[in-house]
């Protein structure tokens, strides 16, 4: 059986370089150098991470040695570890701890959302009390694929035309999510009883007073209070925009990879990848 509480062994000690960081792609991320995770940080220098986390959206730490209660741990120095929603039969003995994956055991899925690509989305933006933030270690990847695409909503907002910022101002959208028909991709007709709530379009970041872009084309399901015709063809036009190449960072994990995004401030997507190769990635969501 698969031991899925461990982490894997790095080639190279985190802990054994000075501590500094460099951005990922102009549109967002940034890496974070020389930091063990599995280790006790101290204040001031996760500080220093937490602010490049909020300005960047997306925080990148590479070769990772980290069992389930040393990744619970450093996710909940950003803030209160969520609950998990919809649990598989991998389920953690440690609340908040979820599987994604395709892998089976005994003809059971031990993890979530296990194959396919998936839209740009906010991690749980569906209920009233969203994740803050998400954290996902990579275990076991595919050699092609399965690949997470980040959107700085900062940007997509700030680029936006004066015009639409003041169509915008005190909107909000309603976001729905169906786990059981759904999962990958935004849904044609929206079942009774499926989980939804309503979000500002705009929402000023609690850390660094930004404002960013709080829609999105896999859960966003219409603008309240307007037209369906007009709530459709401005959706497509924001979705359009905050999903240009320039506000976009393209991860491909490698094992050991740890990734932490804002999702107040930063959208994701999955790519494709062969359902016939293993995935198992380990996430804790933060809640605010």
């Not at 070769?63 to 450093?74: A, D, G, P, S, V």
């Not at 997509?156 to 910022?165: R, S, V």
């Not at 997507?269 to 198992?280: C, G, I, K, V, Y």
Request: aromatic fraction near 10%; hydrophobic fraction near 40%.
């Amino acid at each position: 059986m698969l031991d899925r509480t461990m982490g894997i062994p790095s080639q190279i000690n985190p802990a054994s370089m000075a501590f500094g960081t460099r951005p990922l792609s102009p549109g967002t991320g940034v890496e974070i150098l020389g930091v063990d995770c599995s280790a006790e940080i101290d204040d001031s220098t996760f500080a220093l991470i937490q602010d490049a986390f909020h300005d960047n959206c997306v925080a990148l730490f590479r070769n990772q040695t980290l069992n389930e209660e040393q990744e619970w741990k450093f996710a909940a120095r950003f803030g209160a570890v969520g609950k998990v929603h919809h649990q598989h039969n991998g389920a953690s003995k440690l609340p908040g701890v979820m599987y994604i994956s395709n892998i089976r055991e005994n003809g059971e899925l031990i993890g979530s959302l296990p194959d396919g690509e998936m839209f740009f989305h906010h991690d749980q933006c569906y209920i009233e009390k969203p994740a803050i933030a998400t954290m996902l270690y990579a275990m076991e990847v595919p050699s092609v694929g399965g690949n997470t695409i980040f959107a700085n909503m900062f940007k997509a907002y700030e680029t936006l035309p004066e015009d639409i910022k003041a169509r915008l101002e005190g909107v909000k959208a309603m976001h729905v999510y169906d786990y059981a028909t759904n999962p990958t991709k935004r849904g044609a007709v929206i079942k009774e009883g499926t989980p939804h709530y309503a979000h500002p379009v705009v929402r000023v970041h609690s850390g660094n007073g930004r404002k960013a872009l709080y829609v999105n084309r896999l859960m966003t399901d219409h603008l309240v209070g307007f037209e369906p015709a007009e709530s459709e063809k401005l959706l497509n036009y924001l979705f359009d925009h905050s999903e240009q190449k320039q506000f976009l960072y393209e991860h491909v994990w490698t094992p050991g990879d740890l990734l932490i995004w804002d999702n107040r401030s930063c959208t994701h997507a999955r790519t494709d990848f062969s359902a016939a190769e293993r995935r198992l990635m380990r996430r804790v969501a933060i809640v605010g």
